[in-house]
């Protein structure tokens, strides 16, 4: 290794200790990292830029902005209690629909602003109910990351991997949309025998439900119907966005402008509605891997993990399908996609097919998350309003129902995967 290649990787391990130590910020700690390589002349300001992936981040401020939009509307809360009158106040039905409305939002919506959403809705009718709410944000909170793995825009991840990939919206439903379909009735069933037939509540309670008013969250009409509209037109935008030949950024971005000019809500408001700090992060950690792919580590460890598993495919599809789930249960699954995009790329460069390690890599990073309560940003947002509403979710409690389910998710991605390239 050369000094260049050493300075590298020296500054990726930097800023990976800083991010799982959390002692500096990781929006922090990656800009940090990709100044230093400029500095160092590792890379070049025009290196360094050349290594930033805008359509992911363009995809991420385009959504972002565009629910920060749509959230002023009630429209979620308003789906939140008609599925529990749907339920008739049934509890198990409850958090069976609320499984599933989580599922549904992560796919076109931030895990995060999905679980924000609900989980709040959540802890309020199970108040009603008088019942322990943490059975139903656990199941939120899995259901979030597995919804999220379905589609291109539903993870960062998948954003990252369909930009760099070339892959498209209907490609993602077509190969991760199938797997998380099974594991969804997977969850289902196993929340049904775990808590679902535990659930018994007084009549009169399922009742005072069944009296909520879900005309009353809605807070602006016009707005919801432009709202319903534009959600239908940027499904359907991203569905056939590669028979159309427009990138997913553009109308990620373009859907997040059209909203702000129809929605005439407080622009100031909705800016900050975007998380800048992520988008930071995204930026300065590009720049960082880029500087190992600019020196040629990335082309080594590529060749190196052909050479590990014999360059058969099989082997390194199953590789990085439990090597990124595992690593992504106890880390930030964005850094190490970040780091393996490159290396398949690498792998593929060389004439190899690469397309099933594209999907293992998918489902491995999104399920991962599952796997601890620090296992993914979902899991820590609702772990947090959960504890703010006097029903703490501990470290253990988490981990018991969420790893054996990280697990089951990766075992019947497994055998898609198997199936599917065999």
Request: glycine letters at 10%; a neutral charge.
């Amino acid at each position: 290794m050369d000094t260049m290649q050493i300075l590298s990787v020296v500054v990726f391990l930097a800023v990976m200790v800083a991010i799982i130590s959390e002692k500096i910020h990781r929006t922090v700690a990656a800009v940090a990292g990709g100044v230093i390589l400029v500095i160092l002349r590792v890379l070049s300001v025009d290196d360094a830029v050349s290594y930033i992936d805008f359509s992911t981040i363009g995809v991420l401020i385009g959504m972002m902005l565009f629910v920060a939009v749509v959230r002023n509307s009630g429209l979620f809360e308003y789906v939140a209690i008609k599925a529990a009158k749907i339920a008739k106040g049934n509890p198990w039905k409850i958090m069976l629909l609320f499984t599933i409305l989580t599922a549904v939002l992560s796919a076109f919506l931030d895990n995060v602003t999905t679980v924000l959403l609900v989980g709040p809705m959540a802890i309020a009718i199970t108040g009603i109910l008088g019942i322990d709410p943490v059975p139903f944000l656990l199941a939120q909170i899995l259901a979030s990351n597995i919804g999220g793995t379905a589609t291109l825009i539903g993870d960062p991840p998948n954003i990252m991997i369909g930009s760099q990939a070339g892959l498209s919206f209907m490609d993602f439903v077509m190969n991760t949309g199938v797997a998380v379909i099974f594991i969804m009735i997977a969850l289902c069933l196993s929340f049904y025998f775990v808590f679902g037939r535990k659930l018994v509540v007084a009549p009169e309670k399922m009742e005072a439900v069944m009296q909520l008013d879900e005309n009353k969250s809605i807070k602006d009409h016009g707005l919801l119907v432009k709202s319903v509209v534009m959600i239908v037109v940027v499904v359907l935008a991203f569905i056939f966005h590669s028979t159309i030949g427009i990138d997913s950024c553009i109308i990620a971005l373009g859907s997040a402008t059209i909203m702000m000019l129809i929605g005439k809500q407080d622009i100031e408001e909705t800016i900050l509605g975007v998380e800048w700090s992520t988008i930071l992060f995204f930026v300065g950690l590009f720049v960082v891997v880029g500087g190992m792919q600019q020196t040629g580590i990335i082309t080594l460890l590529g060749n190196g993990l052909v050479s590990l598993t014999g360059g058969n495919a099989m082997l390194l599809m199953l590789l990085i399908l439990w090597g990124s789930a595992l690593f992504s249960s106890i880390l930030d699954n964005i850094p190490f996609v970040a780091t393996m995009i490159p290396l398949i790329l690498a792998m593929q460069a060389d004439g190899m097919d690469v397309t099933a390690l594209w999907w293992a890599l998918s489902l491995g990073a999104c399920l991962g998350g599952n796997g601890t309560l620090i296992g993914a940003s979902a899991n820590v947002v609702l772990s947090g309003i959960s504890a703010k509403h006097g029903h703490p979710i501990t470290f253990a409690r988490y981990t018991k129902v969420g790893f054996p389910m990280m697990l089951l998710s990766v075992i019947i991605s497994t055998a898609f995967l198997l199936i599917r390239f065999h």
